[in-house]
């Protein structure tokens, strides 16, 4: 299965019908937040204690100085927001519940699912003083939305740090978020030389479990560039660079017999993926993987890590998670 994208590529899975994926910018772009192309954030001289102007993809619009009640119309934007010190009072949701690390902070939040339109009737009973949405998804619905609260449309972007600061431009945090991509930026150099003094050369190879396919990601699509580049870990020989991500039967894993396997499934509450799994641990081509017989298989949390590659938050915690893992193999 080919995915092309880069946080649509993390979310393709989970957006089903309504995405696309495509591989990750391996640079962050410059940020364009304020000026033509990017143009959120840039605030206008007519601002007053309570409102100020901007500039955005849709013209001037007045929005709140402090706005308190938020809503990201994304199931990345939460955790970018949240990242900027704001607690969305409602999102769109993947799973049924929140990852461990937004759990407590996002307990009022209301969770209003995934689907192809805004759930209006949830949106207009939250309340919100602000929407803001990436305009390759919400454009269309701009004009209902903004009757609701004022809409701020983000350009579509190849990497969430170039998103992160876009809203950084929308809410005046724009120096806030650059000292997060610089504190995550730390805190992957530290854990890549952690982590070749653990694993050195020995092969890893990052596996999905999915309902329909199981997928092996490669070092040039988000998640696995984040395992095999952002961490160092050496991917399996045999995969084919030509390939972002590949889909693969049962029988053909043994092929590529890696030192170490990261393995993660889907949705840890779906019966399809849950048997899918069941049925590759019990087969004796899975029990006589190299990995298998070292007890060198690291499982990740689905919810844990389905905003990996989009999100710091989601990167800071999957960096613990590995560090964790082969320190404890």
Same mark, same amino acid.
């Given at each position: 299965?080919?995915?092309?994208?880069?946080?649509?590529?993390?979310?393709?899975?989970?957006?089903?019908?309504?995405?696309?994926?495509?591989?990750?910018?391996? %640079?962050?772009?410059?940020?364009?937040?304020?000026?033509?192309? &990017?143009?959120?954030? !840039?605030?206008?001289?007519?601002?007053?204690?309570?409102?100020?102007?901007?500039?955005?993809?849709?013209?001037?619009?007045?929005?709140?100085? =402090?706005?308190?009640?938020?809503?990201?119309?994304?199931?990345?934007?939460?955790?970018?927001?949240?990242?900027?010190?704001?607690?969305?009072?409602?999102?769109? !949701?993947?799973?049924?519940?929140?990852?461990?690390?937004? %759990?407590?902070?996002?307990?009022?939040?209301?969770?209003? &699912?995934?689907?192809?339109?805004?759930?209006?009737?949830?949106?207009?009973?939250?309340?919100?003083?602000?929407?803001?949405?990436?305009?390759?998804? *919400? =454009?269309?619905?701009?004009?209902?939305?903004?009757?609701?609260?004022?809409?701020?449309?983000?350009?579509?972007? =190849?990497?969430?740090?170039?998103?992160?600061?876009?809203?950084?431009?929308?809410?005046?945090?724009?120096?806030?978020?650059?000292?997060?991509?610089?504190?995550?930026?730390? #805190?992957?150099?530290? @854990?890549?030389?952690?982590?070749?003094?653990?694993?050195?050369?020995?092969?890893?190879?990052?596996?999905? /479990? +999915?309902? #329909?396919?199981?997928?092996?990601?490669?070092?040039?699509?988000?998640?696995?560039?984040?395992?095999?580049?952002?961490?160092?870990?050496?991917?399996?020989?045999?995969?084919?660079?030509?390939?972002?991500?590949?889909?693969?039967?049962?029988?053909?894993?043994?092929?590529?017999?890696?030192?170490?396997?990261?393995?993660?499934?889907?949705?840890?509450?779906?019966?399809?993926?849950? *048997?899918?799994?069941?049925?590759? +641990?019990?087969?004796?081509?899975?029990?006589?993987?190299?990995?298998?017989? %070292?007890?060198?298989?690291? +499982?990740? &949390?689905?919810?844990?890590?389905? *905003?990996?590659?989009?999100?710091?938050?989601?990167?800071?915690?999957?960096?613990?998670?590995? /560090?964790? @893992?082969?320190?404890?193999?």
């Amino acid at each position: 299965m080919k995915q092309r994208g880069r946080w649509i590529a993390g979310i393709a899975f989970a957006l089903l019908v309504m995405l696309s994926t495509a591989c990750g910018a391996d %640079k962050t772009e410059p940020n364009t937040a304020g000026t033509t192309a &990017g143009n959120a954030g !840039n605030t206008n001289t007519e601002a007053t204690d309570t409102q100020r102007v901007i500039t955005t993809l849709k013209g001037d619009i007045s929005i709140p100085t =402090d706005p308190k009640r938020v809503i990201g119309l994304s199931v990345v934007y939460p955790e970018l927001l949240y990242a900027l010190g704001v607690t969305p009072i409602a999102v769109q !949701n993947y799973h049924q519940d929140f990852p461990a690390y937004l %759990k407590e902070p996002f307990q009022d939040t209301l969770k209003m &699912g995934i689907a192809q339109t805004p759930n209006f009737e949830a949106i207009l009973a939250s309340e919100p003083d602000l929407i803001i949405a990436p305009t390759w998804w *919400s =454009d269309k619905d701009y004009d209902q939305l903004s009757k609701i609260a004022p809409t701020v449309l983000l350009p579509q972007r =190849d990497n969430w740090r170039d998103e992160l600061l876009d809203i950084g431009g929308v809410f005046g945090k724009v120096d806030q978020a650059e000292k997060v991509i610089q504190d995550l930026q730390t #805190k992957e150099g530290e @854990a890549k030389t952690k982590l070749d003094s653990l694993v050195g050369d020995e092969t890893v190879m990052y596996l999905m /479990i +999915m309902a #329909k396919e199981i997928v092996i990601y490669g070092e040039n699509i988000d998640r696995g560039k984040f395992i095999h580049k952002t961490l160092g870990l050496t991917p399996v020989k045999e995969f084919p660079q030509s390939e972002l991500s590949l889909s693969i039967s049962l029988e053909k894993i043994p092929e590529y017999n890696p030192d170490h396997i990261i393995l993660q499934l889907d949705d840890e509450s779906s019966e399809e993926v849950k *048997s899918r799994y069941e049925e590759m +641990m019990s087969s004796s081509l899975w029990k006589n993987m190299t990995a298998v017989k %070292k007890n060198q298989v690291y +499982m990740m &949390g689905g919810k844990e890590w389905f *905003s990996l590659g989009m999100s710091p938050l989601a990167d800071i915690h999957a960096i613990d998670d590995v /560090i964790h @893992a082969f320190e404890n193999k």
